[in-house]
Protein backbone atom coordinates (compact mmCIF):
# COMPACT_ATOMS: atom_id res chain seq x y z
CA UNK A 1 0.00 0.00 0.00
CA UNK A 2 1.30 3.02 -1.08
CA UNK A 3 -1.36 5.43 -0.49
CA UNK A 4 -1.83 6.71 3.43
CA UNK A 5 -4.96 4.89 5.24
CA UNK A 6 -7.94 7.36 5.64
CA UNK A 7 -7.79 6.81 9.89
CA UNK A 8 -6.94 9.53 12.04
CA UNK A 9 -4.57 7.82 14.63
CA UNK A 10 -5.10 9.49 18.28
CA UNK A 11 -2.02 8.41 20.84
CA UNK A 12 -2.36 9.66 24.76
CA UNK A 13 0.61 10.33 26.18
CA UNK A 14 3.85 11.36 28.95
CA UNK A 15 7.18 10.78 29.33
CA UNK A 16 6.96 7.72 26.45
CA UNK A 17 10.40 8.80 24.94
CA UNK A 18 11.52 4.82 25.18
CA UNK A 19 8.34 3.71 23.39
CA UNK A 20 7.22 6.51 21.19
CA UNK A 21 10.02 5.64 17.92
CA UNK A 22 8.55 2.18 17.31
CA UNK A 23 4.81 3.36 17.86
CA UNK A 24 5.07 5.92 15.08
CA UNK A 25 7.02 3.91 12.82
CA UNK A 26 3.98 1.15 12.74
CA UNK A 27 1.61 4.35 12.13
CA UNK A 28 3.07 5.93 9.10
CA UNK A 29 0.92 4.69 6.51
CA UNK A 30 -2.40 6.33 8.84
CA UNK A 31 -3.25 9.77 6.88
CA UNK A 32 -2.93 11.72 10.22
CA UNK A 33 -1.44 11.55 13.73
CA UNK A 34 -2.29 13.43 17.17
CA UNK A 35 -0.31 12.72 20.00
CA UNK A 36 -2.15 14.60 22.67
CA UNK A 37 0.45 15.15 25.58
CA UNK A 38 0.43 15.79 29.13
CA UNK A 39 3.82 18.10 29.40
CA UNK A 40 6.24 15.30 29.40
CA UNK A 41 9.67 16.42 30.12
CA UNK A 42 11.42 13.60 28.62
CA UNK A 43 11.46 14.12 24.27
CA UNK A 44 8.35 12.79 23.80
CA UNK A 45 7.47 16.04 22.34
CA UNK A 46 10.14 16.22 19.66
CA UNK A 47 10.15 12.33 18.58
CA UNK A 48 6.55 12.33 17.69
CA UNK A 49 7.23 15.96 15.62
CA UNK A 50 10.18 14.45 13.94
CA UNK A 51 7.60 11.74 12.34
CA UNK A 52 5.05 14.21 11.59
CA UNK A 53 2.60 13.84 14.32
CA UNK A 54 0.05 16.20 15.76
CA UNK A 55 1.03 17.58 19.04
CA UNK A 56 -1.86 18.82 21.19
CA UNK A 57 -0.80 19.56 24.83
CA UNK A 58 -4.09 18.44 27.34
CA UNK A 59 -4.21 19.84 31.17
CA UNK A 60 -6.81 17.76 32.97
CA UNK A 61 -8.86 19.90 35.71
CA UNK A 62 -9.19 17.28 37.69
CA UNK A 63 -13.25 16.27 36.73
CA UNK A 64 -14.77 14.52 33.57
CA UNK A 65 -13.60 13.89 30.54
CA UNK A 66 -10.02 13.06 31.39
CA UNK A 67 -7.95 12.81 27.64
CA UNK A 68 -9.12 10.28 24.76
CA UNK A 69 -12.54 11.70 25.48
CA UNK A 70 -11.23 15.17 25.69
CA UNK A 71 -9.33 14.80 22.74
CA UNK A 72 -12.73 13.35 21.02
CA UNK A 73 -14.52 15.96 21.58
CA UNK A 74 -12.09 18.50 20.70
CA UNK A 75 -9.45 17.29 17.58
CA UNK A 76 -10.12 18.75 14.11
CA UNK A 77 -10.33 15.04 12.72
CA UNK A 78 -10.23 14.94 8.75
CA UNK A 79 -11.42 11.32 9.31
CA UNK A 80 -14.59 9.64 10.34
CA UNK A 81 -12.75 7.02 11.20
CA UNK A 82 -10.16 7.04 14.34
CA UNK A 83 -8.05 4.79 15.75
CA UNK A 84 -6.61 4.61 19.67
CA UNK A 85 -3.01 3.47 20.01
CA UNK A 86 -1.13 3.20 23.42
CA UNK A 87 2.50 4.52 23.05
CA UNK A 88 3.67 0.91 23.55
CA UNK A 89 1.72 -0.43 21.46
CA UNK A 90 2.37 -0.99 17.35
CA UNK A 91 0.18 -1.71 14.82
CA UNK A 92 1.39 -4.48 12.21
CA UNK A 93 1.05 -3.91 8.26
CA UNK A 94 -1.23 -7.26 8.17
CA UNK A 95 -3.56 -5.08 10.80
CA UNK A 96 -3.19 -2.26 8.48
CA UNK A 97 -4.72 -4.00 5.60
CA UNK A 98 -7.44 -5.54 7.47
CA UNK A 99 -7.89 -1.74 8.69
CA UNK A 100 -8.07 -0.22 5.13
CA UNK A 101 -10.77 -2.91 3.87
CA UNK A 102 -13.18 -2.83 6.95
CA UNK A 103 -13.41 1.30 6.98
CA UNK A 104 -15.54 0.96 3.72
CA UNK A 105 -18.12 -1.31 4.89
CA UNK A 106 -20.55 1.16 6.41
CA UNK A 107 -22.46 -1.58 8.20
CA UNK A 108 -20.34 -1.03 11.03
CA UNK A 109 -19.48 1.77 13.59
CA UNK A 110 -16.45 0.14 15.23
CA UNK A 111 -14.03 -3.13 15.68
CA UNK A 112 -12.16 -4.34 18.32
CA UNK A 113 -8.61 -4.89 17.65
CA UNK A 114 -6.93 -8.13 19.85
CA UNK A 115 -3.64 -7.43 21.46
CA UNK A 116 -0.42 -9.65 21.78
CA UNK A 117 0.49 -8.61 25.39
CA UNK A 118 4.50 -8.84 25.91
CA UNK A 119 6.29 -9.35 29.08
CA UNK A 120 10.40 -9.83 29.52
CA UNK A 121 10.51 -10.35 26.21
CA UNK A 122 7.50 -13.24 25.69
CA UNK A 123 4.30 -13.18 24.71
CA UNK A 124 2.23 -13.92 27.39
CA UNK A 125 -0.68 -16.12 25.26
CA UNK A 126 -1.95 -18.35 28.24
CA UNK A 127 -3.24 -16.99 31.79
CA UNK A 128 -6.40 -15.25 30.28
CA UNK A 129 -4.68 -12.28 28.65
CA UNK A 130 -5.57 -13.89 25.19
CA UNK A 131 -7.39 -12.75 23.57
CA UNK A 132 -7.31 -9.43 24.67
CA UNK A 133 -10.12 -7.21 22.65
CA UNK A 134 -10.29 -3.42 22.73
CA UNK A 135 -12.48 -1.08 21.26
CA UNK A 136 -10.21 1.04 19.56
CA UNK A 137 -11.08 1.60 16.12
CA UNK A 138 -14.65 3.20 15.21
CA UNK A 139 -16.47 6.61 14.04
CA UNK A 140 -15.97 8.96 16.02
CA UNK A 141 -18.69 10.49 16.54
CA UNK A 142 -20.22 7.41 17.33
CA UNK A 143 -18.20 6.69 20.07
CA UNK A 144 -17.03 7.54 23.56
CA UNK A 145 -15.50 6.50 26.96
CA UNK A 146 -17.83 5.13 29.84
CA UNK A 147 -17.47 7.33 32.63
CA UNK A 148 -17.01 5.15 35.92
CA UNK A 149 -17.10 7.98 38.22
CA UNK A 150 -13.28 7.45 39.35
CA UNK A 151 -12.00 11.09 38.25
CA UNK A 152 -12.00 12.33 41.80
CA UNK A 153 -9.46 9.60 43.04
CA UNK A 154 -5.85 10.85 43.59
CA UNK A 155 -3.02 9.81 41.75
CA UNK A 156 -4.97 7.99 38.81
CA UNK A 157 -3.81 10.08 36.32
CA UNK A 158 -5.71 11.98 33.63
CA UNK A 159 -6.64 9.19 31.27
CA UNK A 160 -9.05 6.62 30.44
CA UNK A 161 -6.81 3.04 31.21
CA UNK A 162 -9.31 0.68 31.69
CA UNK A 163 -12.60 2.59 30.72
CA UNK A 164 -14.39 1.09 27.70
CA UNK A 165 -15.93 2.75 24.24
CA UNK A 166 -19.65 2.79 24.46
CA UNK A 167 -20.58 2.82 20.83
CA UNK A 168 -23.67 4.13 18.81
CA UNK A 169 -24.01 1.33 16.14
CA UNK A 170 -23.01 -2.02 15.15
CA UNK A 171 -19.67 -3.63 16.10
CA UNK A 172 -16.66 -6.22 14.44
CA UNK A 173 -13.62 -8.18 15.39
CA UNK A 174 -10.75 -7.86 13.47
CA UNK A 175 -8.61 -10.86 12.78
CA UNK A 176 -4.71 -9.33 12.73
CA UNK A 177 -3.72 -8.66 15.93
CA UNK A 178 -1.75 -5.46 17.53
CA UNK A 179 0.86 -5.77 19.85
CA UNK A 180 1.46 -4.34 23.27
CA UNK A 181 5.62 -3.98 24.24
CA UNK A 182 6.46 -1.86 26.68
CA UNK A 183 10.22 -1.10 26.18
CA UNK A 184 10.80 0.30 29.63
CA UNK A 185 11.57 -1.50 32.80
CA UNK A 186 9.68 -2.97 35.86
CA UNK A 187 9.73 0.21 37.75
CA UNK A 188 7.54 1.27 35.34
CA UNK A 189 5.22 -1.45 35.07
CA UNK A 190 5.10 -1.79 39.22
CA UNK A 191 4.73 2.49 39.47
CA UNK A 192 1.94 2.01 36.47
CA UNK A 193 0.15 -0.51 38.62
CA UNK A 194 0.53 1.12 41.89
CA UNK A 195 -1.52 4.10 39.75
CA UNK A 196 -3.83 1.33 38.45
CA UNK A 197 -5.17 -0.11 41.91
CA UNK A 198 -6.26 3.18 43.41
CA UNK A 199 -8.65 3.43 40.25
CA UNK A 200 -9.76 -0.22 40.72
CA UNK A 201 -9.94 0.36 44.34
CA UNK A 202 -12.97 2.74 43.60
CA UNK A 203 -14.62 0.71 40.97
CA UNK A 204 -14.61 -2.38 43.26
CA UNK A 205 -16.11 0.12 46.17
CA UNK A 206 -19.01 1.25 43.54
CA UNK A 207 -19.64 -2.56 42.62
CA UNK A 208 -19.66 -3.03 45.85
CA UNK A 209 -21.65 -0.12 46.33
CA UNK A 210 -24.06 -0.89 43.71
CA UNK A 211 -23.69 2.71 42.27
CA UNK A 212 -25.23 3.63 39.16
CA UNK A 213 -24.20 2.40 36.12
CA UNK A 214 -25.81 4.25 33.32
CA UNK A 215 -23.84 5.89 30.58
CA UNK A 216 -21.33 2.33 30.71
CA UNK A 217 -21.00 -0.40 28.75
CA UNK A 218 -22.62 -2.88 32.03
CA UNK A 219 -22.03 -6.26 32.92
CA UNK A 220 -24.02 -9.08 31.03
CA UNK A 221 -23.29 -13.03 31.09
CA UNK A 222 -24.68 -13.38 27.56
CA UNK A 223 -22.90 -10.09 26.17
CA UNK A 224 -19.86 -9.58 23.78
CA UNK A 225 -16.28 -10.63 25.46
CA UNK A 226 -16.12 -7.21 27.53
CA UNK A 227 -19.86 -7.51 29.22
CA UNK A 228 -18.79 -11.08 29.95
CA UNK A 229 -15.77 -9.92 31.73
CA UNK A 230 -17.36 -6.91 32.94
CA UNK A 231 -20.04 -9.38 34.56
CA UNK A 232 -17.69 -11.30 36.32
CA UNK A 233 -15.98 -8.80 37.93
CA UNK A 234 -19.39 -8.30 39.95
CA UNK A 235 -18.65 -11.49 41.25
CA UNK A 236 -15.18 -11.41 41.68
CA UNK A 237 -15.16 -8.46 43.73
CA UNK A 238 -17.56 -10.42 46.56
CA UNK A 239 -14.90 -13.31 46.99
CA UNK A 240 -12.01 -13.92 49.66
CA UNK A 241 -8.57 -14.57 49.36
CA UNK A 242 -8.59 -12.66 46.15
CA UNK A 243 -4.53 -12.24 45.97
CA UNK A 244 -4.28 -16.04 46.07
CA UNK A 245 -7.15 -16.72 43.81
CA UNK A 246 -5.71 -14.59 41.29
CA UNK A 247 -2.66 -16.59 41.19
CA UNK A 248 -3.97 -19.26 40.86
CA UNK A 249 -6.46 -18.49 37.97
CA UNK A 250 -3.94 -17.57 36.53
CA UNK A 251 -0.96 -19.56 36.53
CA UNK A 252 -2.41 -22.78 37.05
CA UNK A 253 -6.24 -22.86 35.57
CA UNK A 254 -5.75 -20.73 32.92
CA UNK A 255 -2.35 -22.16 32.57
CA UNK A 256 0.10 -19.08 32.40
CA UNK A 257 2.88 -21.86 33.73
CA UNK A 258 3.14 -22.14 30.03
CA UNK A 259 4.85 -18.90 29.40
CA UNK A 260 7.56 -20.00 31.34
CA UNK A 261 9.79 -17.43 33.93
CA UNK A 262 7.63 -14.56 31.72
CA UNK A 263 4.11 -16.26 33.07
CA UNK A 264 5.35 -16.75 36.69
CA UNK A 265 6.89 -13.49 37.17
CA UNK A 266 3.81 -12.04 35.23
CA UNK A 267 1.19 -14.14 37.69
CA UNK A 268 3.29 -12.95 41.14
CA UNK A 269 3.04 -9.55 40.26
CA UNK A 270 -0.96 -9.86 39.20
CA UNK A 271 -1.30 -11.51 42.76
CA UNK A 272 0.62 -8.58 44.40
CA UNK A 273 -1.90 -6.27 42.10
CA UNK A 274 -4.41 -7.43 43.83
CA UNK A 275 -3.27 -6.89 47.20
CA UNK A 276 -2.81 -3.88 46.69
CA UNK A 277 -6.15 -3.30 45.50
CA UNK A 278 -7.59 -4.90 48.26
CA UNK A 279 -5.66 -2.71 50.93
CA UNK A 280 -6.85 0.49 49.08
CA UNK A 281 -9.88 -0.62 48.85
CA UNK A 282 -9.89 -1.37 52.88
CA UNK A 283 -8.33 2.33 53.12
CA UNK A 284 -10.99 3.66 50.86
CA UNK A 285 -14.25 2.22 52.68
CA UNK A 286 -12.89 2.65 56.41
CA UNK A 287 -10.64 5.01 56.63
CA UNK A 288 -11.98 7.57 54.63
CA UNK A 289 -9.38 7.52 51.81
CA UNK A 290 -6.80 8.31 54.08
CA UNK A 291 -4.40 6.16 56.06
CA UNK A 292 -4.77 5.84 60.16
CA UNK A 293 -7.79 7.51 59.87
CA UNK A 294 -9.69 4.10 60.53
CA UNK A 295 -13.46 4.40 62.11
CA UNK A 296 -13.36 3.26 65.56
Known amino acids: MSSKIPVSVLIPAKNEQANLPACLTSLQIADE ?28 NGSWPKKK ?5 NLPFRNEWVLIVDCDERITPELWEEIAQVIQDDEYAGYYLNRRVFFLGKWIRHGGKYPDWNLRLFKHQKGRYENLHTEDIPNTGDNEVHEHVVLDGK ?12 FRDLYHWLERHNRYSNWEARVYYNLLTNQDEGG ?8 DAVQRKRFLKKVWVRLPFKPLLRFILFYIIQRGFLDGRAGYVYACLLSQYEYQIGAKLYELRDCGGTLNTAKS
Do not use: C, P
Open 33 to 60: VFLVDSQSTDNSVAIAESFGAHIVQFKF
Open 69 to 73: NWSLD
Open 171 to 182: VGYLKNDMLHED
Open 216 to 223: TIGGHLFG
